[in-house]
């Protein structure tokens, strides 16, 4: 039995010293050392050797198996490696070639019709205005003289942030009472219970003041 490990551990190791791939050493790892190989087939055969012979082989077989071991180990490394740097020689970018275009979204249709409608305004003599869309009750309804009665002020209505604050819902109090400009123009966004849809709601207030005298 003896020979025969010798000879396996000599044999094994050429064998794993000529192999040229990490599939190749896979298949000698699993011939040598898997549940069938032929040093675990020799591990079963222990219980045919003497009592006393037993325990030397024993150490032997294990020897062999680690030394097995550690040459598959090594030689993986070494493949590894190999296998790598070749892999990054094929993978060379070349910085010449035209970069990857990004695609970039586009302006919502919504979007693209305010602004087109701006511009007419603009042309037109119009000042843009503008304002926040949460805005406190007292701006949004007392301002405009919209009693507490009103139906657009009940909760199924409004989307009401505490008591005092809203969602605004009307035009806006910065058109209601223009100070120096003769043409002003808003593209408010209101919102409402009543306007939740599939759709999108947009409201344009606009007002036309002729010009004041002496300014």
């Avoid at 009592?51 to 030397?56: H, I, L, M, N």
């Avoid at 306007?195 to 036309?208: E, G, M, Q």
Wanted: proline share 6%.
């Amino acid at each position: 039995m003896k020979d025969k490990i010798v000879k396996l551990q000599e044999s094994a190791e050429q064998n794993i010293k000529n192999a040229h791939s990490l599939q190749e050493l896979e298949e000698i790892k699993v011939k040598l050392l898997g549940k069938k190989g032929e040093l675990t087939a020799i591990s079963k055969g222990m219980r045919d050797v003497s009592p006393e012979e037993r325990p030397v082989m024993g150490q032997l077989v294990n020897a062999t198996r680690e030394f097995l071991s550690n040459k598959l180990a090594e030689k993986i490394a070494v493949l590894s490696e190999e296998e790598k740097n070749k892999r990054l020689a094929e993978e060379v970018i070349d910085i010449t070639l035209p970069g990857k275009k990004k695609s970039l979204g586009t302006t919502h249709p919504i979007t693209e019709t305010m602004d087109f409608m701006k511009s007419i305004f603009i042309e037109m003599g119009f000042d843009i205005a503008d304002g926040p869309e949460v805005e406190y009750v007292k701006y949004n309804f007392d301002a405009l003289n919209i009693p507490e009665t009103h139906p657009s002020r009940d909760i199924t209505d409004t989307f009401y942030i505490n008591d005092d604050v809203v969602l605004r819902t009307q035009t806006p109090l910065y058109l209601s009472s223009p100070s120096s400009a003769s043409l002003s123009l808003s593209l408010s966004v209101p919102y409402s219970d009543r306007h939740t849809s599939i759709t999108y709601f947009c409201r344009i207030p606009n007002w036309c003041f002729p010009p004041r005298s002496g300014g």
